[in-house]
C-alpha cells in the first residue's frame, strides 16, 4: 500500500489523483530461456510426417539466464517513437577453452557457457559491464539524469558498496539508485507484465541448435518488441496498482483488461 501510494501525485483543485509518469524508473530482472521448450505445436498437412526432435539429456536442458533492462517508451504528440524504453538483455555467459576435440569443434577452441550460479558477484559484474553503461549510452538527453532502477528482492539483488561501484553510478552527471519492489509482487516490475512473455514466444518460433543461437535469438525477440507493448506494459503496471489499492495492499488480483489499444 505504501509502495503505491508513493506513486501517486497528490489531487490538486479538486481533480482526482495521478500516478507518476514514471520517466525516470528503469526496471531489470533476470529470466532462464530455454533452448527448447517442454510441448510445441505444430500444424502439419495430411501427409506431413511428424516433425523429429531429439537432445542429449531430458534432465540438463541448455538454457541461459538473461537480465533486461526496459524503461518508459516516450512518444511525440504525432506518434512518433522518440525513446523505445529498451536499454538492452545481456546473458550471463563466460569463456572457456575447449580441452578434448570433437566433431563440433578443435582443441584449443573458445567456448560460450552460461553461468549456471548466478550470484551476488556474477550480479554486480552484470551491472558494472552491461547495464549501467547501456542505460547511460541510450539514456534520452531530455530526461534528467535522476535514475532509480527497480528490481525485486532476490538473494542475489544486493546492492554493492564499493568504490568503484558507486563512481559508475555517479559519473558523468548521472544520479543512479536502486529501489527493491515489495516482496511477492510481480505484477509491479514491466518485464513479468510482458516483455519476458514476448521474448519466449518469439524465440520458441525458432530452433537453435546450441547456447550462441539461442543468444542471438534471444537478442533478435528482445530487438522485435514493439514500443507501442511497452507502453501497454506501463499501463498494465498501473492499473495493478490501482487494485492493490482496492484490495487494501494485497495482491490477490488478476491483472485487469483495460483496453489499452484504445488509448
Known sequence: MKWVLNHI????????????????????DEKWFYLNPENRRFYLLPNEPNPYRAQQSKRFKIKGMFMAAIGKPVFSPNGEVLHDGKYGIWPFVYETTANKKSKNRDVGTVEIKATQNVNKEAIRAMLLTNVILGIKAKWPSHLPKDIFIQWDNARPHQIPRDEEFESACQSKGFNIQFISQPAQSPNLNVLD?????????????SFPKNLKELIDKVKEAYDLFNPMLNKHCWITLQCCMEEILRHKGGNNFTPPHKGKKKT
Open 193 to 205: 507484465q510482458g516483455l519476458f512473455n514476448v521474448i519466449q514466444s518469439i524465440q520458441y518460433q
Open 9 to 28: 501525485l497528490p489531487a490538486t483543485q479538486n481533480r482526482d489523483p495521478k500516478f507518476m509518469d514514471m520517466q525516470q524508473v528503469v526496471h531489470v
